[in-house]
């Protein structure tokens, strides 16, 4: 099954996965001393705001990633251009983003919230170093986002645990967030500038291949645009019927199964990608075999996720959360299922970005979003947080298993998958 990867695919993926068991392990440690210190209804305020930023994240990246990673493949010659026009056009979004949030907030909007808002909206200016990323991805240089990440991961940890034993309040923690986004910035930098692959001067925006790159990423940015609104539908039912608090239960089954979890996941694939674009290239059946291949260890990890959760989520929350999020329990059992799912449309998206048909992509999330928000409403006001685990579990499969078996090309192409060898 894995004889269809090269050594240095798997050498890619060691340092991505090693990342993440790292940031695993650390989370466990850190982040439940921060949210029982916090408490539920102040995380619940944290992790709302940055649920809602979240919606603008795709305004802020512009779908460039995947789009610039399979163009540096494709023509690696040109990867100063892409990059720099890629920082570019990346500034000026952030640049409108910005200023219309300072705009609402100061005119329109007197919200007690505005000082988280506008703090973790202004660190995303530090992001835009993560087009560096699109290099070492298209490279598989992963050992050097490795040491970027957990670099930035020790320190922030340390300042988190000293926020914890001063008791300081949420906005502190959110400080933490912005920092984490400058220090893996100037990391990259430095790394990148001492192995000599990093001139400024070759730094000139193309306006031709700003206009292709957005062509191409316009469809991810729709349906990127659409999954932040999707994963956000559960978070603004549940505050406008239960508050805070409810907000705060559900961002704890999210930190467990998405930041801890399938996050690996989402890592693995990210760190494959670029051999799945070389293959669908170069070899047709070999890029077939490597998409059979890496479903199948999707699929197993995402059991594995779920078996976890479901043996061991109630020993983890006894001995790591304080009481007071002890109705996680049920809604973790439920949720825990979720990655088993999304790892098939995770595979699927890849697919879709190196054959250029992106505007399944926008259908299926539209599909996702009506189903979301229907389930919500008919579920959250009497199951609680219960009500949108499931809301969120059904509406994955509809948009990552059902939509591939509702397209005709997308179902012809998966039963020539399950007839490969």
């Given at each position: 099954?894995?004889?269809?990867?090269?050594k240095?695919?798997?050498?890619a993926?060691?340092?991505?996965?090693?990342?993440?068991?790292?940031?695993?392990?650390t989370?466990?440690f850190?982040?439940?001393?921060?949210f029982s210190a916090l408490?539920?209804?102040?995380?619940?305020?944290l992790?709302?705001?940055?649920?809602?930023?979240?919606?603008?994240?795709?305004?802020?990246?512009?779908?460039?990633?995947?789009?610039?990673?399979?163009?540096?493949?494709?023509i690696?010659?040109?990867?100063?251009?892409?990059?720099?026009?890629?920082?570019?056009?990346?500034?000026?979004?952030?640049?409108?983003?910005?200023?219309?949030?300072?705009?609402?907030?100061?005119?329109?909007?007197d919200s007690?919230?505005?000082?988280?808002?506008?703090?973790?909206?202004?660190?995303?200016?530090?992001?835009?170093?993560d087009v560096?990323?699109?290099?070492?991805?298209?490279?598989?240089?992963?050992?050097?986002?490795?040491?970027?990440?957990?670099?930035?991961?020790g320190?922030?940890?340390?300042?988190?645990?000293?926020?914890?034993?001063?008791?300081?309040?949420?906005y502190?923690?959110?400080?933490?967030?912005?920092?984490?986004?400058?220090?893996?910035?100037?990391?990259?930098?430095?790394?990148l500038?001492h192995?000599?692959?990093?001139?400024?001067?070759?730094?000139?925006?193309?306006?031709?291949?700003a206009?292709?790159?957005?062509?191409?990423?316009?469809?991810?940015?729709?349906?990127n645009?659409?999954?932040?609104?999707y994963?956000?539908?559960?978070?603004?039912?549940?505050?406008?019927?239960?508050?805070?608090?409810?907000n705060?239960?559900?961002a704890?089954?999210?930190?467990?199964?998405i930041?801890l979890?399938?996050?690996?996941?989402?890592?693995?694939i990210?760190?494959?990608?670029p051999?799945?674009?070389?293959?669908?290239?170069?070899?047709?059946?070999?890029?077939?075999?490597?998409?059979?291949?890496?479903?199948?260890i999707?699929?197993?990890?995402?059991?594995?996720?779920?078996?976890?959760y479901?043996?061991?989520?109630?020993?983890?929350?006894?001995?790591?959360?304080?009481?007071?999020?002890a109705?996680?329990?049920r809604?973790?059992?439920i949720?825990?299922?979720?990655?088993?799912?999304?790892?098939?449309?995770?595979?699927?998206?890849?697919?879709?970005?190196?054959?250029?048909d992106?505007q399944?992509?926008?259908?299926?999330f539209?599909?996702?979003?009506?189903?979301?928000?229907?389930?919500?409403y008919?579920l959250?006001?009497m199951?609680?947080?219960?009500g949108?685990?499931?809301?969120?579990?059904?509406?994955?499969?509809?948009?990552?298993i059902?939509?591939?078996?509702?397209?005709?090309?997308?179902?012809?192409?998966?039963?020539v998958?399950?007839?490969l060898s």
């Open positions: 099954m894995l004889s269809v990867f090269s240095k695919d798997f050498i993926t060691k340092w991505f996965t090693l990342e993440k068991i790292l940031q695993l392990v989370g466990v850190i982040v439940p001393k921060i408490g539920t209804v102040d995380i619940g305020k992790k709302f705001v940055e649920s809602v930023l979240g919606m603008f994240t795709p305004v802020f990246f512009l779908g460039l990633s995947a789009i610039c990673i399979r163009e540096i493949v494709f690696p010659e040109r990867y100063h251009r892409i990059l720099a026009t890629a920082f570019y056009l990346r500034l000026v979004s952030w640049v409108v983003v910005f200023f219309g949030i300072t705009v609402y907030f100061g005119v329109l909007e007690a919230l505005k000082g988280l808002y506008l703090m973790i909206a202004f660190g995303y200016l530090f992001k835009l170093t560096f990323e699109y290099y070492l991805l298209a490279k598989k240089w992963t050992k050097i986002i490795f040491i970027s990440k957990i670099t930035s991961l320190g922030i940890v340390g300042l988190q645990y000293y926020g914890v034993t001063q008791q300081f309040d949420v502190y923690f959110a400080k933490l967030i912005v920092l984490d986004f400058l220090i893996q910035g100037l990391i990259y930098i430095c790394i500038k192995k000599n692959l990093l001139f400024f001067k070759q730094w000139k925006f193309s306006k031709s291949l206009s292709s790159l957005l062509r191409m990423s316009f469809p991810l940015i729709i349906s645009s659409l999954i932040m609104f994963i956000t539908i559960d978070e603004l039912f549940l505050k406008y019927y239960h508050g805070d608090h409810a705060g239960i559900f704890t089954v999210q930190f467990l199964v930041i979890s399938w996050n690996i996941g989402f890592s693995i990210n760190a494959l990608y051999s799945l674009a070389e293959s669908f290239k170069v070899d047709p059946g070999l890029y077939q075999r490597k998409i059979k291949a890496l479903l199948k999707m699929l197993i990890l995402g059991m594995g996720i779920a078996c976890f479901t043996i061991f989520g109630g020993f983890i929350l006894d001995a790591f959360f304080s009481a007071s999020y109705e996680v329990k809604p973790l059992l949720f825990c299922w979720a990655p088993l799912i999304v790892f098939v449309g995770m595979v699927y998206e890849k697919h879709l970005i190196n054959t250029n992106l399944k992509n926008v259908y299926r539209i599909l996702g979003c009506i189903s979301n928000i229907i389930l919500c008919l959250i006001p199951w609680h947080v219960n949108a685990a499931i809301a969120v579990l059904v509406s994955h499969f509809i948009t990552n059902a939509f591939v078996f509702m397209d005709t090309k997308s179902r012809k192409e998966v039963l998958l399950f007839k």
